[in-house]
């Protein structure tokens, strides 16, 4: 369905013409993407996150260069030992993305879709991207006003383990938790979609500390239990990965298996909150349409319920939930989301290996849903929220398509209004 | 804690607040480092509002914060890497220990001794420098000069912290006697022959923050890696500034080549008398400064067989540059070195034991640092389309210190009668008259973007100003 990428990315390289080879970047890259051989300090591109530590200690300004390149042509580690200037920019084709909706996404070193950055422009964690090519940039417009960065990786709050339950069968092979941290006394105001991130204690094999990873939180603004100072955090465990690839890049597995066996009592240091878009409504006619998959469900836990304890003061939009997971067995929340009440929210789940039954992934669900589905993207007060694995946005997004033209609403301006008007959101990862 | 508490007299990221002891001490000694500063510092500049890049934090997100500084109002102060206590020590009898925290008191002397000699080099250079303002290039440049001062004076701050805070009495006699010795006086000189040396000219200026910084990159990194914490997370923190410094040095003199090559394009010429007329330095004239600075910085390296060496290695005081990637024991009770030595007229290699060869390791890899930085210099002069090369000496010319100590060794390295070594002098190092002649080419520009004519404008500016911003206002 979609023809291959053409992505561009801002590579970072140092101008050999410049530097003075002090090493100050090399030391201070907390990924270990600059090296060097007796002629160039280089950067290397796969490494490379655009966290932007090295910019302000380099003394030349030498390595504050970019380069928009085809990413598959990105200039090589090998290539930059041997230059004795920096290439020209050269002239990059790329496609409008408004009007071809399965070609280019164009990544930009500090664009929408660039982890969240602490104040310094250093990301502040691994994990999640917001779509803001093909979602919304801006959240809905009767969206509570976040708040963001009140904590980071120099000043990180600390949490208690107030819970930690296994959501998925023993007996099965994914291992979801349920953890809830609680922030006691300590303000951490944070709201549905919006995530956080945990700092893993130890350190990695070159002796520095492991990086942040960021979840959704799975609970309403208000706490996991009401009233109370605390969230709840939906975490896979990630097995047999720990440990840094042949790049030097960490594996990961080191955090959702730190929180996964994390007891009650534990202390675990958080930085966020993060998230400025992927926000819900609080007017009480907007219709929530969520689709997810597996621990992407966090942020619809967290908008459901807050709903759901919402519901008596006359709410009166539609939810609309599709579900998928490998099996009901691996499917989060699924004893709870069953017994919520069949007017309140709509569920419908996708399986993809359910023994004995054919895969199902969630556009097709949508697909058989369709006269609903049309119904929600017709009304104007309809939000849509997609969260995931990175895969599933294509399909989602071919599904929806194709469902608006057949019931008469064409996809095109349906969907730009959508985006424009904070009605349209995508986190995957 | 990384962020650096200015609130206090002193800012400082070590608590200073909670050791009044040492506070008191430390306020007792900031009048005489200001004394010291007006009276010594960069002359006719303490009314001057600079734009200078002061550190608010020791991470790389907070160390550079810009603002106009009037340099005796400077927040000079005490700035130390963040502590890991289970650091263990990576080298020598005591390696796998964990780090010292206060001195040990067999090797209290040798530290002293150490931090002595490594603080005293910083007031030093800028009492050396400190006529350089008047005659300054552009603004541009005295900004940069300024810069470097203000840092050295930290960086005695950093020195005389560790005097204080570790040594008792000694330390703090130690302390005031820094204050009170002069670069190049007769009767209480400083204690490295190079800084005592008089820096007359802004190419000197440039060759010696270029050769004799990167010394100082050399020293600070091999104590960096010290098994006395305090120190090695002190000399960390003051290798970030050294960075700069070595920038000023190395595009100062790749700027002056420029703007030479740039002549003798135009002038279609390489006689040194044409382009001197016309106000530039010939490349001949930088190649006897370089072979000058260079030697003269080779022999702050010691003497290439020591004992001490050996002692302040084994000890775990002092590793070697970048110790911990080396790949060898870390004890070095088998290890070996190839020195040079002359013997019959002839350079001959002999095997000594690597321990008390570290000078040596130290020095070769400075050789090797400072060597590609001339490599960039010939690009400039390669891009200009010009055939000359500049090139580094051997490491045996005109030596005042170890084995080659007086022997006559030419800088293509011969070994050369008494005869042949004076007659070379003329061309292998900077003359009196090519002193003079350097020297004459010397005023003061005050303009702004406006830069000397033997000197090309910097390619951008400092901290992404434009190159002609106001870099320093009189006032």
Redesign the interface.
Known sequence: MSGASLVVLKQHLIDP??C?????CEE?CPVGAITHD?ANYVVNADTCNACM??I??C???SIDNWRSVIKTEAYSVADQYTW?ELPKQGAIATVDVVDAPDASRVLSAQGVDAPPLEA?N?PAAEGIDVDGVRGSRLPPWSAAHPYVNLYTH?TPIKATVAGNYRLTAESGDTDVHHVVLDFGQVPFPILEGQSVAVLPPGTMADGRPHHARQYSVASPRNGERPGYNNLSLTVKRVKGQTGTDARGVERDGVCSNYLCDAKKGDVVQVIGPFGTTFLMPNHPASNLLMICTGTGSAPMRGMTEYRRRKRLDGATGKLMLFFGARTKEELPYFGPLMSLPKDFIDVSFAFSRAAGQPKRYVQDVLRERAVDVAALLRDSETYIYVCGLKGMEDGVLQALSEIANQSGQAWEPLWRKLRDSGRLHFETY | M??INYSEKIPNNVNLAEDRTLQRALEQWQPNYLAWWKDMGPEGSLSYDVYLRTAVSV??????NFGYVKMPDYRWGIFLTPADANRPIQFGENKGKPVWQEVPGEYRANLRRIIVTQGDTEPASVEQQRHLGLTAPSLYDMRNLFQVNVEEGRHLWAMVYLLHKHFGRDGREEAEALLERRSGDSDNPRILGAFNERTPDWLAFFMFTYFTDRDG?FQLSALAESGFDPLARTTKFM??EE??H??VG??GVARIIQRTCAVMNDLKTDDPKTLRAAGVIDLPTIQRYLNFHYSVTVDLFGADLSSNAATFYSAGLKGRYEEPKRPDDHVLTEATYKLMDVRDGQFVEREVPMLNALNEVLRDDFIR?SV??VGRWN?VIEKAGLPFRLTVPHKAFHRQIGTFAGTRVAPDGRIVDEATWQRGQSEWLATPEDRAFVSSLMGRVTEVNKYANFIAPP??GVN?QPIDFEYVRFN
């Open positions: 013409e410049v003075i080879r002090c090493n100050t201070t007796s530590a090295c302000s200690p003394p030349t300004g004795t310094d250093r120099k | 990384s962020d991470d790389s997100g907070g160390w550079a990159k290798l970030t960075a700069h070595m920038f190395e595009s640092d590609a930085g690009k390619a951008i992404k």
